[in-house]
């Protein structure tokens, strides 16, 4: 599911190009925020082995939501002093999207348990385990 990042060979190549030669402050960041992002993954890629209530499920797309977006701003207004390529946000900035659609989703189930109608015919009841958007990123 989540493990299709369909970007992160084209991080590791640029955090290993000799194209990368902006300064430690930059490196020091980018690796931070994509150590971030990959935990948030790793944390929802858990869900794979034991489903989440929709509530849990929709706070962890939330959270890497939000870490995308800010790793989006920071790579936008760093731009020419890290040297970061345009295709490279245009990537995170699809994978975003992605992000956001399955959140959608994700979070509609919860909202639609906590009001108690158990979501939509065949859905789990409040409190039980979410299935997961297939391919969600």
Sequence with gaps: ???????????LLFMASKAF???????A???????????AIERINGFNKRR??????????????????????WMTENKDWCQIPDEFIGQLKGANGSTNKARGQVCTA???QQEGGGGPR???????GVRLPSGAL
């Design 122 to 128: 065949g859905a789990p009841p409040p409190g039980a």
């Design 110 to 112: 919860a909202r639609q």
């Design 52 to 73: 989440p209530t929709a509530q849990v499920a929709c706070g962890a797309f939330n959270n890497l939501s939000g870490i995308e977006a800010r790793f989006i701003k």
């Design 1 to 11: 599911m989540l493990g299709r990042m369909r970007y992160l060979p084209v991080v």
């Design 29 to 39: 960041e980018f690796q931070k925020l994509t150590a971030e992002r990959q935990a």
């Design 21 to 27: 030669a902006a300064p430690a402050s930059c490196q």
